[in-house]
């Protein structure tokens, strides 16, 4: 079974340009997170799907995040514009997002995608 | 507000057996769950309470004490490559997840 798939791996930008990151979760997951882990910090939920539609996007900066997920599927998250302190790894998850006391626990992580902002 | 508490470090030796703790406020509380992150990699799945009690999974075990909002990963017979950060998440109603800080352990030979 693939993982959850990220790209760019690494991203190397100056403030105030934009970058966007794409994912694309493991099949069947109807549950897709974006979050952001700034280093020697836990993962912070920026934004969650359930299929097509947002869960939870409380903690996105919207004047300068977006995130879609237009056909329940793949992922994009984009920042514009970027500043210093968005420097970070930016993770997207997915879960199965059904029933069962051990599933719900469950996410699963692709690799990650670093972003550093001069 | 929701917030979780774990310890910034815990250092042991091979072979040993070692407890990470983590106490939460949150609302809507669902469950726990438990991540290992390598430095530089992406959080892996360790184990997850629903109910309150011990969960083992080989080396691994956790638990979960709803009424003290308190929960711990054990970790037994350490290995080196146990070193990691470890993160305790809650698990909220509809499926919101909210990461603790992480505590990151250090297996000496």
């Known amino acids: 079974e693939a993982g959850v798939a990220q790209s760019p791996r690494y991203k190397i930008i100056e403030k105030r340009q934009s970058v966007a990151f794409w994912c694309n979760p493991i099949?069947?997951?109807?549950?897709l997170y974006w979050y952001q882990q700034i280093l020697g910090q836990g993962p912070k939920l920026l934004i969650q799907?359930?299929?097509?539609?947002?869960?939870?996007d409380s903690q996105l900066p919207k004047d300068r995040f977006s995130a879609e997920r237009l056909k329940g599927v793949d992922s994009t998250l984009k920042i514009q514009p970027a500043k210093l302190e968005d420097s970070a790894v930016y993770l997207c998850?997915?879960?199965?997002?059904?029933?069962?006391?051990?599933?719900?626990?469950?996410?699963?992580f692709g690799p990650g995608t670093r972003l550093l902002v001069l | 507000g929701q917030s979780l508490e774990q310890p910034s470090e815990v250092t042991a030796v091979e072979g040993a057996i070692v407890q990470i703790n983590c106490t939460y406020q949150?609302?809507?509380?669902?469950?726990l769950s438990w991540y290992q992150q390598h430095d530089g990699g992406a959080p892996t799945f360790l184990s997850y309470?629903?109910?309150?009690g011990l969960e083992e999974t080989g080396r691994f075990s956790s638990f979960l004490s709803r009424s003290d909002s308190y929960g711990y990963l054990l970790l037994q017979e350490l290995q080196m490559k146990d070193s990691a950060s470890y993160f305790c998440?809650?698990?909220?109603?509809?499926?919101?997840?909210?990461f603790g800080p992480g505590t990151r352990l250090s297996v000496l030979p």
């Open positions: 099949s069947g997951h109807a549950t």
């Open positions: 998440a809650v698990n909220n109603y509809g499926q919101n997840f909210v």
């Open positions: 309470n629903g109910l309150d």
């Open positions: 799907f359930q299929n097509n539609g947002v869960v939870d």
């Open positions: 998850a997915s879960s199965l997002g059904s029933l069962g006391a051990r599933s719900e626990g469950t996410q699963y």
């Open positions: 949150t609302s809507g509380f669902y469950g």
